[in-house]
T-cell receptor, first 114, second 112 residues
Framework: AQSVAQPEDQVNVAEGNPLTVKCTYS??????LFWYVQYPNRGLQFLLK??????LVKGSYGFEAEFNKSQTSFHLKKPSALVSDSALYFC????????????FGTGTRLLVSP | EPEVTQTPSHQVTQMGQEVILRCVPI?????FYWYRQILGQKVEFLVS????????KSEIFDDQFSVERPDGSNFTLKIRSTKLEDSAMYFC??????????FGPGTRLTVT
């Protein structure tokens, strides 16, 4: 079964510093990986995806993610954090059976301090 | 930009009552999903729906749950007899030909 792990419950970073939110995955076939962000009392917003191709994927709001097959990781990155980036971030993998439900990680809370 | 909408934003109900959560997916999407998120926990898959029938459901989606698409736009989740443990945020999502799913803002269900 497909799964993702987010080893950090919370990441703290100062505004202007680079940020990384970690995700590792376990899949039986080709990985289809996603990052979503959830702001308080809001739904999940799609940030970016990796399906195939370049290992560095660019997404919304200046975020990018690096796919590393040997380390089975898909870490979310941003070169310069903003206070407004503070939110809950979910890594997800698409299940290749059935109709492609998403399997989510437990989420990482990102806190960016001024 | 088209988006998924959900109503109501918050539903309070008594244990044993029926609730219907409503969603309007993005208009040209063909795949529809319900997920739920119990407070402080991760997002869990409930059910997927394609071509007017359930395509996959999780263990959570027992006989108390049902989904339907009564017309060309709405997609509903019904819980027949709510339990305290059904209290959660329920998210609807839809997907078109691209790979990503788009989520609605959620309905917070509180069962008392």
């Amino acid at each position: 079964a497909q799964s993702v792990a987010q080893p950090e419950d919370q990441v703290n970073v100062a505004e202007g510093n680079p940020l990384t939110v970690k995700c590792t995955y376990s899949v039986s076939g080709n990985p289809y990986l996603f990052w979503y962000v959830q702001y308080p009392n809001r739904g999940l917003q799609f940030l970016l995806k990796y399906i195939t191709g370049d290992n560095l994927v660019k997404g919304s709001y200046g975020f990018e993610a690096e796919f590393n097959k040997s380390q089975t990781s898909f870490h979310l990155k941003k070169p310069s954090a903003l206070v407004s980036d503070s939110a809950l971030y979910f890594c997800a993998v698409r299940d290749d059976t059935g109709f492609q439900k998403l399997v989510f990680g437990t989420g990482t809370r990102l806190l960016v301090s001024p | 930009e088209p988006e998924v909408t959900q109503t109501p934003s918050h539903q309070v109900t008594q244990m044993g009552q029926e609730v219907i959560l409503r969603c309007v997916p993005i208009s040209n999407h063909l795949y529809f999903y319900w997920y739920r998120q119990i407070l402080g926990q991760k997002v869990e898959f409930l059910v997927s729906f394609y071509n007017n029938e359930i395509s996959e459901k999780s263990e959570i989606f027992d006989d108390q749950f049902s989904v339907e698409r009564p017309d060309g736009s709405n997609f509903t989740l019904k819980i027949r007899s709510t339990k305290l443990e059904d209290s959660a945020m329920y998210f609807c999502a839809s997907k078109g030909v691209r790979d990503e799913q788009y989520f609605g803002p959620g309905t917070r269900l509180t069962v008392t």
